[in-house]
Nanobody, 124 residues
Framework: QVQLVESGGGLVQAGGSLRLSCAAS????????MGWFRQAPGKEREFVAA????????YYADSVKGRFTISRDNAKNTVYLQMDSLKPEDTAVYYC?????????????????WGQGTPVTVSS
């Protein structure tokens, strides 16, 4: 059974940083692309960042480009999201997901398994 467990969320002031982690089990982690998504209250879930199976390719939403960095450690079955220069509009529940294949995608429908989410609150 595939399981994704996020951690690292919390409360931070604007301009601060957080590092989210997502530990995966139950699947050959290194075969699949991974993604981070977020959902703010009253809004739809949106794409944040994705990374290919090898880590060689990454892609970011325009809203986080230059501030967030996605990475992965296949030896630890873990994907990370380093979030710097946080803004109040980054407040949301952040979810990691594993894709249906090795290619990265911004589409929610391309992801097969999801974590339970970790909340991030950025105060102004």
């Amino acid at each position: 059974q595939v399981q994704l467990v996020e951690s690292g969320g919390g409360l931070v002031q604007a301009g601060g940083s957080l590092r989210l982690s997502c530990a995966a089990s139950g699947r050959t982690f290194s075969n699949y692309a991974m993604g981070w998504f977020r959902q703010a209250p009253g809004k739809e879930r949106e794409f944040v960042a994705a990374i290919s199976w090898s880590g060689g390719s990454t892609y970011y939403a325009d809203s986080v480009k230059g501030r967030f960095t996605i990475s992965r450690d296949n030896a630890k079955n873990t994907v990370y999201l380093q979030m710097d220069s946080l803004k109040p509009e980054d407040t949301a529940v952040y979810y990691c997901a594993t894709s249906k294949g090795g290619w990265l995608s911004i589409r929610i429908t391309e992801y097969a398994y999801w974590g339970q989410g970790t909340p991030v609150t950025v105060s102004s």
